[in-house]
């Protein structure tokens, strides 16, 4: 607590903190204790900033969490999206929340906090103090998980990172057999009998995957 003060007073930013019980009731959960600490942090986020009157809460996610989402929502998830720049709320009428660090890369992060002599918490829960260090670390964070993995393949294509951001830029419809939008889901065999010559490949074109 004291060193997001001293932080905040270094950097001249003006905080107002708030306590909740959220560490205690997630660490009480067998299933998904970060998912669930992640989604009430942030409704806590929501409440507490539309009583100061604001219409934004803002989130430290960088670049290097976008793609590692990415992959995650493949490997784990069985599906493919991604952390948006920002989002409109839900459950808090006229409140948005957004990601101003969203293009920026971690390391370049962490050499601006080195630089000007900063020190941060990495996760104020018990959850992660319990497991730091323990031989179940490897078990807590798909996402370390995903970061080992974009490590290896940089070894073989140093663009490996700019190339899975680009894959969610660089969404081709007709090459995706099912999608979802406003909760309707449409298949490829939807239109497949709509077949143009002049503006769908055929099977025999799917040359720039090798």
Sequence with gaps: KQRIIDNAALMGIPIKMFETKVFDIAYNTERNPCYLCARMRRGWLYKFAQDLGCNKIALGHHFDDVIETILMSMV???????????????????????RPLYMVKEADIIRWV??????????????????????????????????????KFRATNPN????????VYNVNLRTVIQYEYKGKKYNFMDTYDDYDPSVQADDDDDEGIE
Excluded: W
């Design 114 to 151: 080195e630089q000007n002599d900063l020190h941060f918490i990495r996760c104020a829960c018990r959850f992660t103090e319990s497991y730091e260090g323990s031989e179940k670390k490897g078990e807590v964070s798909k996402r370390q998980e995903m970061k080992e993995l974009i490590a």
């Design 160 to 167: 490996i990172e700019n190339n899975i951001f680009k894959s």
């Design 76 to 98: 784990y998830g069985g599906q493919i999206q991604t952390m948006m720049p920002k989002l409109h709320s839900r459950n808090y009428a006229g409140m948005e929340l957004i």
